[in-house]
């Protein structure tokens, strides 16, 4: 991601292009700008000295938008996928999925923290501002609520950085009642206005089969499909006929007590939408074709379309209330999700293969980042403990049990004193002192190779010479 860099807060021109990444490194190893920012927090905000670095010696960055030439509203050439969010006189902020980046301010009494965004414009942007803020849990700075908004570099070696964060999709301010459109291409769906008929019985999509009652929404752990029909807006002339047939067949099914009449005219306001048309005798054989068809039980519903989420049709919800839900929603069940995995980790953790349960272990038995498996240890850190004690205990325990593969010490005096005829009762004593000494029983026992190497040298170096 690229970001547009400052001289420092009073000279709005872009001084050169960086990136996210350099940012973000600068922030937690420091440059030749770490000092300044030392003495700054040294000084306090109420030093003079404090705001001369503050706004004329350090660098600053414009996270929201890049420019052109210079910081103005009037110059944005495109959005960052970035926005950043000022909190001032906190310790600490609250844990979300969304945090991309966060880090202490060159005050030391606040944060800058980052998420990435998808849709980010001047009309949306003080609203997914305010909105961010509430889902996140912080009391951001008012102030800072402008697309041109620069942060001064600041120094923080705890800077927490999570390249798995969530990304917030921004309400589209100009069109609240816009619908998922596949890009480059048009299509017909159901609320282009044209098929509304002030009929609200009428159905377009298959949602409210799993409502019930006045319950606002739905939320699926895994994915479901329903059946939300559409057609592309130009057709092939070999397909006009199939797409048509498709549409109406659906539209049908949704709607199993409609007359033929309603299916003409849902037809011809499909065809006054399509180019190039389909004739009037075309028409007609397609509907005449679906309504047989439907009464035969021989057409199929196409469930065409993935929701985690389902919104009652019959309960009134703005965009933005949707919006709020479908964020919080998907926040909490990444963080679900999340927690089972490591979870899971923990549960069918393999002590012989991985020995004791550690943060950077589970990295890679989670499938999780360093930052995320740190980001929630604090849930998790007591029972690892007692997981790894009782392992730790166990082969304590076990260590001077006898293997399946070991031989006793006894046999093994035994099995030397056949190899080495030579060897005497001073050998034989001296094996069995430090057996006992070191409580070793068996061959695989702790200590016992040690004891074997020196013992097979001694008897090597007493072997009579050959005449």
């Given at each position: 991601m690229q970001i547009t860099q400052y001289a420092s807060t009073k000279k709005p021109q872009v001084e050169k292009i960086t990136t996210l990444e350099s940012v973000l490194n600068i922030i937690k190893n420091g440059d030749d700008n770490q000092r300044l920012i030392e003495a700054a927090r040294l000084l306090g905000k109420e030093n003079q000295v404090y705001t001369t670095i503050k706004t004329e010696q350090l660098p600053t960055f414009r996270f929201n938008f890049l420019f052109k030439d210079s910081a103005a509203n009037s110059n944005i050439i495109s959005p960052t996928g970035l926005i950043y969010l000022d909190c001032d006189d906190v310790e600490e902020i609250p844990d979300?999925?969304?945090?991309?980046?966060?880090?202490?301010?060159?005050?030391?009494?606040?944060?800058?923290?980052?998420?990435?965004?998808?849709?980010l414009t001047l009309d949306n942007y003080k609203e997914t501002y305010n909105e961010l803020s509430k889902l996140i849990g912080i009391d951001s700075d008012a102030g800072a609520r402008k697309a041109t908004q620069q942060t001064i570099q600041s120094f923080d070696p705890e800077l927490n950085h999570n390249p798995d964060a969530l990304v917030y999709i921004c309400k589209d301010i100009k069109n609240?009642?816009?619908?998922?459109?596949k890009k480059e291409e048009k299509y017909i769906v159901t609320n282009d206005g044209f098929l509304y008929s002030g009929d609200t019985s009428i159905r377009f999509d298959n949602i409210n089969d799993y409502f019930t009652d006045d319950t606002p929404y739905i939320?699926?752990?895994?994915?479901?499909?329903?059946?939300?029909?559409?057609?592309?807006?130009?057709?092939?002339?070999?397909?006009?006929?199939?797409?048509?047939?498709?549409?109406?067949?659906?539209y049908a099914l949704l709607n199993p007590?409609?007359?033929?009449?309603?299916?003409?005219?849902?037809?011809?306001?499909?065809?006054?939408?399509?180019?190039?048309?389909?004739?009037?005798?075309?028409?007609?054989?397609?509907?005449?074709?679906?309504y047989d068809g439907r009464a035969k039980g021989i057409l199929k519903l196409h469930f065409n379309e993935e929701r985690r989420i389902l919104f009652n049709p019959n309960v009134q919800m703005t965009?933005?209330?949707?919006?709020?839900?479908?964020?919080?929603?998907?926040?909490?069940?990444?963080?679900?999700?999340?927690?089972?995995?490591?979870?899971?980790?923990?549960?069918?953790?393999?002590?012989?293969?991985?020995?004791?349960?550690?943060?950077?272990?589970?990295?890679?038995?989670?499938?999780?980042?360093?930052?995320?498996?740190?980001?929630?240890?604090?849930?998790?850190?007591?029972?690892?403990?007692?997981?790894?004690?009782?392992?730790?205990?166990?082969?304590?325990?076990?260590?001077?049990?006898?293997?399946?593969?070991?031989?006793?010490?006894?046999?093994?005096?035994?099995?030397?004193?056949?190899?080495?005829?030579y060897m005497n009762h001073a050998d034989e004593a001296f094996l069995r002192r430090v057996f006992g000494k070191g409580k070793i029983e068996y061959s695989t026992d702790i200590g016992f190779k040690e004891i074997h190497i020196y013992m097979i040298e001694h008897l090597e170096s007493k072997r009579p010479i050959a005449a």
């Open positions: 979300s999925p969304y945090i991309l980046a966060s880090w202490k301010s060159i005050s030391n009494t606040g944060f800058g923290l980052l998420v990435r965004v998808d849709g609240p009642s816009c619908v998922a459109i939320v699926f752990d895994e994915k479901i499909m329903i059946c939300k029909p559409y057609i592309k807006l130009r057709n092939k002339e070999g397909k006009r006929n199939t797409t048509m047939y498709y549409l109406l067949s659906q007590h409609t007359s033929k009449a309603w299916l003409t005219s849902i037809a011809n306001s499909v065809n006054e939408k399509m180019y190039p048309k389909l004739s009037a005798r075309e028409i007609k054989s397609v509907v005449t074709s679906i965009f933005k209330e949707k919006m709020h839900v479908v964020n919080n929603e998907l926040g909490h069940m990444k963080i679900v999700l999340t927690l089972d995995a490591i979870s899971l980790a923990i549960d069918n953790w393999d002590f012989e293969a991985n020995g004791k349960i550690t943060q950077l272990k589970l990295v890679d038995k989670a499938g999780r980042s360093e930052k995320t498996i740190q980001r929630y240890w604090k849930r998790f850190k007591e029972r690892v403990k007692e997981i790894n004690n009782d392992f730790l205990a166990s082969t304590k325990t076990s260590a001077n049990k006898p293997k399946v593969n070991g031989i006793h010490v006894e046999q093994y005096i035994i099995n030397l004193k056949c190899k080495y005829l």
